[in-house]
T-cell receptor, first 109, second 114 residues
Protein backbone atom coordinates (compact mmCIF):
# COMPACT_ATOMS: atom_id res chain seq x y z
CA UNK A 1 0.00 0.00 0.00
CA UNK A 2 1.17 3.52 -0.69
CA UNK A 3 1.51 6.09 2.04
CA UNK A 4 1.25 9.23 -0.03
CA UNK A 5 -1.05 10.46 -2.71
CA UNK A 6 -0.03 13.13 -5.19
CA UNK A 7 -2.42 15.55 -6.76
CA UNK A 8 -2.90 16.16 -9.63
CA UNK A 9 -2.01 12.91 -11.38
CA UNK A 10 -0.91 14.87 -14.43
CA UNK A 11 -0.04 18.48 -15.18
CA UNK A 12 0.70 20.22 -18.48
CA UNK A 13 2.17 23.71 -18.45
CA UNK A 14 3.91 26.18 -20.75
CA UNK A 15 7.62 26.77 -20.42
CA UNK A 16 8.22 29.59 -17.97
CA UNK A 17 5.09 28.91 -15.92
CA UNK A 18 5.10 27.57 -12.39
CA UNK A 19 4.09 23.99 -11.54
CA UNK A 20 2.54 23.07 -8.22
CA UNK A 21 1.81 19.58 -7.02
CA UNK A 22 0.52 18.34 -3.69
CA UNK A 23 1.08 15.29 -1.57
CA UNK A 24 -1.06 13.94 1.25
CA UNK A 25 -0.01 11.18 3.60
CA UNK A 26 -1.59 9.12 6.33
CA UNK A 27 0.74 8.50 9.27
CA UNK A 28 3.31 10.46 11.25
CA UNK A 29 6.66 10.90 9.56
CA UNK A 30 10.30 11.69 10.28
CA UNK A 31 10.66 13.60 7.05
CA UNK A 32 9.18 13.95 3.59
CA UNK A 33 11.19 13.86 0.39
CA UNK A 34 10.52 14.70 -3.23
CA UNK A 35 12.02 12.76 -6.12
CA UNK A 36 11.99 13.17 -9.91
CA UNK A 37 11.94 10.31 -12.40
CA UNK A 38 12.59 10.69 -16.12
CA UNK A 39 10.98 8.18 -18.49
CA UNK A 40 10.80 5.22 -16.09
CA UNK A 41 14.43 5.37 -15.08
CA UNK A 42 16.08 5.88 -11.69
CA UNK A 43 14.80 8.43 -9.21
CA UNK A 44 16.69 11.61 -8.48
CA UNK A 45 16.46 13.09 -4.99
CA UNK A 46 15.28 16.72 -5.12
CA UNK A 47 14.71 17.91 -1.58
CA UNK A 48 14.07 16.69 1.96
CA UNK A 49 11.99 18.51 4.54
CA UNK A 50 12.00 17.37 8.16
CA UNK A 51 8.88 17.07 10.25
CA UNK A 52 9.80 20.15 12.30
CA UNK A 53 10.29 22.33 9.21
CA UNK A 54 7.54 24.21 7.39
CA UNK A 55 9.20 25.43 4.22
CA UNK A 56 12.39 24.74 2.31
CA UNK A 57 13.94 26.11 -0.87
CA UNK A 58 16.45 24.67 -3.31
CA UNK A 59 17.09 26.60 -6.51
CA UNK A 60 13.77 26.78 -8.37
CA UNK A 61 12.11 24.37 -5.95
CA UNK A 62 10.01 25.33 -2.96
CA UNK A 63 8.58 22.70 -0.64
CA UNK A 64 6.11 23.22 2.17
CA UNK A 65 5.04 20.80 4.85
CA UNK A 66 1.94 20.97 7.04
CA UNK A 67 2.07 18.12 9.54
CA UNK A 68 -1.31 19.06 11.03
CA UNK A 69 -2.93 18.45 7.64
CA UNK A 70 -0.50 15.68 6.71
CA UNK A 71 0.24 17.39 3.42
CA UNK A 72 3.12 18.82 1.42
CA UNK A 73 3.46 20.81 -1.76
CA UNK A 74 6.21 21.13 -4.34
CA UNK A 75 6.46 24.29 -6.42
CA UNK A 76 8.73 24.45 -9.46
CA UNK A 77 9.15 28.03 -10.64
CA UNK A 78 9.97 29.18 -14.16
CA UNK A 79 9.63 25.67 -15.58
CA UNK A 80 11.82 24.39 -18.40
CA UNK A 81 11.39 21.59 -20.93
CA UNK A 82 13.94 19.59 -18.92
CA UNK A 83 11.53 19.60 -15.95
CA UNK A 84 9.28 17.19 -17.87
CA UNK A 85 9.22 14.13 -15.62
CA UNK A 86 7.25 12.30 -12.96
CA UNK A 87 7.50 13.70 -9.45
CA UNK A 88 7.03 11.58 -6.34
CA UNK A 89 6.69 12.43 -2.71
CA UNK A 90 8.04 9.90 -0.24
CA UNK A 91 7.58 9.79 3.49
CA UNK A 92 10.22 8.24 5.66
CA UNK A 93 9.66 6.14 8.73
CA UNK A 94 11.96 3.49 10.21
CA UNK A 95 14.48 4.27 7.45
CA UNK A 96 12.16 3.12 4.67
CA UNK A 97 10.58 5.34 2.05
CA UNK A 98 6.90 5.09 1.15
CA UNK A 99 6.06 6.66 -2.20
CA UNK A 100 2.90 8.00 -3.73
CA UNK A 101 1.83 7.24 -7.29
CA UNK A 102 3.35 10.46 -8.61
CA UNK A 103 2.46 13.51 -10.66
CA UNK A 104 3.44 13.50 -14.33
CA UNK A 105 4.51 16.98 -15.41
CA UNK A 106 4.78 17.94 -19.07
CA UNK A 107 6.38 21.28 -19.90
CA UNK A 108 5.46 22.52 -23.38
CA UNK A 109 7.92 24.66 -25.32
CA UNK B 1 24.70 9.97 -12.32
CA UNK B 2 24.52 8.69 -8.76
CA UNK B 3 27.29 6.10 -8.87
CA UNK B 4 24.80 3.32 -8.15
CA UNK B 5 24.80 0.71 -10.88
CA UNK B 6 22.38 -2.13 -11.54
CA UNK B 7 22.55 -5.15 -13.79
CA UNK B 8 21.10 -6.30 -16.00
CA UNK B 9 19.22 -3.38 -17.57
CA UNK B 10 16.45 -5.54 -18.95
CA UNK B 11 15.45 -9.12 -18.34
CA UNK B 12 12.74 -11.41 -19.69
CA UNK B 13 11.76 -14.51 -17.74
CA UNK B 14 8.88 -16.95 -17.78
CA UNK B 15 6.50 -17.70 -14.97
CA UNK B 16 7.96 -20.05 -12.37
CA UNK B 17 11.57 -19.19 -13.09
CA UNK B 18 14.00 -17.57 -10.68
CA UNK B 19 15.87 -14.30 -11.18
CA UNK B 20 18.82 -12.52 -9.57
CA UNK B 21 19.27 -8.77 -9.86
CA UNK B 22 22.46 -7.00 -8.84
CA UNK B 23 23.28 -3.61 -7.41
CA UNK B 24 26.57 -1.88 -6.72
CA UNK B 25 26.26 0.85 -4.15
CA UNK B 26 27.87 4.25 -4.26
CA UNK B 27 31.37 4.40 -2.84
CA UNK B 28 31.32 4.76 0.95
CA UNK B 29 27.69 3.69 1.32
CA UNK B 30 26.93 0.70 3.55
CA UNK B 31 23.15 0.57 3.13
CA UNK B 32 21.17 -0.72 0.17
CA UNK B 33 17.40 -0.63 -0.23
CA UNK B 34 15.37 -2.38 -2.93
CA UNK B 35 12.10 -1.14 -4.43
CA UNK B 36 9.61 -2.53 -6.92
CA UNK B 37 7.88 -0.08 -9.25
CA UNK B 38 4.95 -1.38 -11.27
CA UNK B 39 3.95 0.54 -14.37
CA UNK B 40 2.21 3.79 -13.51
CA UNK B 41 2.83 3.39 -9.77
CA UNK B 42 5.31 4.70 -7.26
CA UNK B 43 8.12 2.49 -5.95
CA UNK B 44 7.26 0.07 -3.15
CA UNK B 45 9.82 -0.84 -0.52
CA UNK B 46 10.95 -4.47 -0.61
CA UNK B 47 13.73 -4.55 2.00
CA UNK B 48 16.87 -2.82 3.20
CA UNK B 49 20.32 -4.18 4.03
CA UNK B 50 22.68 -2.46 6.43
CA UNK B 51 26.18 -3.86 6.85
CA UNK B 52 25.16 -7.25 5.43
CA UNK B 53 22.09 -7.66 7.68
CA UNK B 54 18.44 -7.20 6.69
CA UNK B 55 17.28 -3.99 8.33
CA UNK B 56 13.59 -3.92 7.54
CA UNK B 57 11.20 -5.50 5.09
CA UNK B 58 8.11 -4.35 3.25
CA UNK B 59 4.98 -6.31 2.44
CA UNK B 60 6.55 -8.82 0.05
CA UNK B 61 6.40 -12.64 0.26
CA UNK B 62 9.44 -14.74 1.28
CA UNK B 63 10.17 -15.65 -2.33
CA UNK B 64 11.71 -12.18 -2.49
CA UNK B 65 15.08 -12.49 -0.77
CA UNK B 66 18.31 -10.58 -0.73
CA UNK B 67 21.94 -10.51 0.17
CA UNK B 68 24.49 -7.85 0.87
CA UNK B 69 28.16 -8.59 0.42
CA UNK B 70 31.19 -7.32 2.38
CA UNK B 71 31.80 -4.68 -0.31
CA UNK B 72 28.17 -3.57 0.30
CA UNK B 73 26.95 -4.55 -3.15
CA UNK B 74 23.66 -6.40 -3.07
CA UNK B 75 21.50 -8.97 -4.82
CA UNK B 76 17.74 -9.33 -5.04
CA UNK B 77 16.50 -12.84 -5.71
CA UNK B 78 12.96 -13.65 -6.72
CA UNK B 79 11.83 -17.28 -6.86
CA UNK B 80 8.80 -18.78 -8.56
CA UNK B 81 8.21 -15.71 -10.71
CA UNK B 82 4.63 -14.57 -11.24
CA UNK B 83 3.24 -12.34 -13.97
CA UNK B 84 2.68 -9.55 -11.41
CA UNK B 85 6.40 -9.49 -10.69
CA UNK B 86 6.86 -7.64 -13.97
CA UNK B 87 8.15 -4.24 -12.89
CA UNK B 88 11.11 -1.89 -12.67
CA UNK B 89 13.33 -2.93 -9.76
CA UNK B 90 15.29 -0.10 -8.21
CA UNK B 91 18.06 -0.22 -5.70
CA UNK B 92 19.19 2.75 -3.67
CA UNK B 93 22.25 3.18 -1.54
CA UNK B 94 22.74 5.49 1.42
CA UNK B 95 25.45 6.39 3.84
CA UNK B 96 24.37 4.75 7.08
CA UNK B 97 20.74 3.68 7.14
CA UNK B 98 19.81 6.53 9.43
CA UNK B 99 16.73 8.69 9.24
CA UNK B 100 17.18 11.53 6.79
CA UNK B 101 20.00 9.88 4.86
CA UNK B 102 19.59 10.66 1.17
CA UNK B 103 19.00 7.53 -0.87
CA UNK B 104 20.73 7.48 -4.24
CA UNK B 105 18.94 5.39 -6.82
CA UNK B 106 20.34 3.31 -9.62
CA UNK B 107 18.81 3.28 -13.13
CA UNK B 108 16.81 0.13 -12.40
CA UNK B 109 16.34 -3.30 -13.93
CA UNK B 110 13.20 -3.80 -15.98
CA UNK B 111 11.90 -7.33 -15.46
CA UNK B 112 9.26 -8.79 -17.74
CA UNK B 113 7.64 -12.08 -16.75
CA UNK B 114 5.83 -13.92 -19.55
Amino acid sequence: SQQGEEDPQALSIQEGENATMNCSYKTSINNLQWYRQNSGRGLVHLILIRSNEREKHSGRLRVTLDTSKKSSSLLITASRAADTASYFCATENDYKLSFGAGTTVTVRA
Amino acid sequence: ETGVTQSPTHLIKTRGQQVTLRCSSQSGHNTVSWYQQALGQGPQFIFQYYREEENGRGNFPPRFSGLQFPNYSSELNVNALELDDSALYLCASSLGGASGDTQYFGPGTRLTVL
